[in-house]
């Protein structure tokens, strides 16, 4: 069990630039979740998938966010003409099935200049 | 709206006492609860958890208490240690996307 990877686990951009965050989940783990984290707050959910399908998006997700799972393997997260606001930690997150615990990787923090 | 709520935004114990840590939900919906453990520059690792029909939960020195009719929940660590500090969230699930609280920060003194 290698865990959760996230890649690249910090990224500092300019406002208006484009930024694409790599998930690779736990091998088995047939559903994958991202979230979104800013300080002095918990999770907050983004979006998911059950294998390759992505299932709900939050109303948080502008439309400035794509996510993608091509083959139901890792999954992508992108944000389009960032802006300040989206500096946050960007969590990945899979689990096994809706009942088991999700496992988080270590995050991409984002810091939009 | 919260549904997930941790009004203590930190907690401070000695060591080898009890840490009690608390977390209230509005949503019936939730059918399972779960409390991770987050330190800086890592994400959250999870701790314990328990489904809606049970009431008590225990691994170790951890254990979750369900209390259903008033949706609170409540994350007991006995003896508490030096290395139990962190920050914890309590979350909620619905169908498996989880809902998560603010967390609270505990600080456990030798």
């Known amino acids: 069990d290698t865990g959760v990877s996230q890649d690249p686990r910090h990224k500092i951009t300019k406002r208006g630039q484009n930024v694409t965050f790599r998930c690779d989940p736990i091998?088995?783990?047939?559903?994958l979740y991202w979230y979104r984290q800013t300080l002095g707050q918990g999770p907050e959910f983004l979006t998911y998938?059950?294998?390759?399908?992505?299932?709900?998006k939050s109303r948080l997700l502008s439309d400035r966010f794509s996510a993608e799972r091509p083959k139901g393997s890792f999954s992508t997260l992108e944000i389009q003409r960032t802006e300040q606001g989206d500096s946050a930690m960007y969590l990945c997150?899979?689990?096994?099935?809706?009942?088991?615990?999700?496992?988080f990787g270590n995050g991409t923090r984002l810091t939009v200049t | 709206d919260q549904q997930v709520k941790q009004n203590s935004p930190s907690l401070s114990v000695q060591e080898g006492r009890i840490s009690i840590l608390n977390c209230d939900y509005t949503?019936?919906?939730?059918?399972?609860f779960l409390w991770y453990k987050k330190y800086p520059a890592e994400g959250p690792t999870f701790l314990i958890s328990?489904?809606?029909?049970?009431d008590k939960n225990e691994d170790g020195r951890f254990t979750v208490f369900l209390n259903k009719s008033a949706k609170h929940l409540s994350l007991h660590i006995v003896p508490s240690q030096p290395g139990d500090s962190a920050v914890y969230f309590c979350?909620?699930?619905?169908?498996?996307?989880?809902?998560f609280g603010q967390g609270t920060i505990l600080t456990v003194h030798p």
């Open positions: 949503n019936s919906m939730f059918d399972y």
């Open positions: 979350a909620a699930s619905d169908g498996g996307k989880l809902t």
């Open positions: 998938f059950q294998n390759e399908a992505q299932l709900e």
């Open positions: 328990i489904s809606s029909i049970k």
């Open positions: 997150a899979s689990s096994l099935a809706p009942t088991s615990p999700l496992h």
């Open positions: 091998s088995e783990h047939n559903r």
